[in-house]
């Protein structure tokens, strides 16, 4: 990926994380997904009083562009606090393994980030094919 897209998508997901509901946490997530068409769709952390109820940033970006009908992928940009990588938890690093979103951005800032792949971010994925091996 470039370096311009890159900063785009990690510019939307700062623009998404102004809108978190992170009441509890108080920790804000902003996440932006770049489909294969060239589109992005973003989330940002939803919590609930009934905790884990609440919802990741990455996991609604995805939604929402699933919602559209698109499932297919280039990266994903998450941002949480500005001076660490905010990485995706294990719950998301599985929604995304789903969709195999190859590149997985995790931004302090536009051009503060680390990248990471699908295998970097979760080796030895449970995925459908295993699923059909039992059948
Ligand atoms: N969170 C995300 O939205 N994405 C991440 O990558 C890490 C954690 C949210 C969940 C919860 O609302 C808050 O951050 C604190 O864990």
């Known amino acids: 990926m470039r370096t311009e897209e890159i900063s785009r998508l990690i510019a939307h997901a700062r623009e998404a994380r102004l809108h978190a509901y992170a009441p509890y946490s108080r920790f804000p997530v902003g996440a932006a997904v770049l489909t294969l068409d060239g589109r992005i769709f973003t989330g940002c952390n939803v919590e609930n009083a009934s905790y884990p109820a609440g919802l990741c940033a990455e996991r ?3 939604g929402s562009a699933v919602a559209t009908g698109v499932t297919e992928f280039r990266a994903l940009a998450v941002c949480g606090s500005e001076s ?3 990485t995706p938890c294990g719950m998301c690093r599985q929604f995304l393994a789903e969709f195999h ?3 997985v951005i995790c931004a302090k800032s536009e051009d503060d980030y680390i990248v990471m792949t699908e295998e970097e971010l979760l080796p030895h994925a ?3 094919g295993a699923i059909k091996e039992t059948e």
């Open 126 to 128: 449970f995925g459908a």
């Open 84 to 86: 660490a990588y905010t």
């Open 101 to 103: 979103v190859p590149l």
């Open 60 to 62: 609604n970006a995805v």
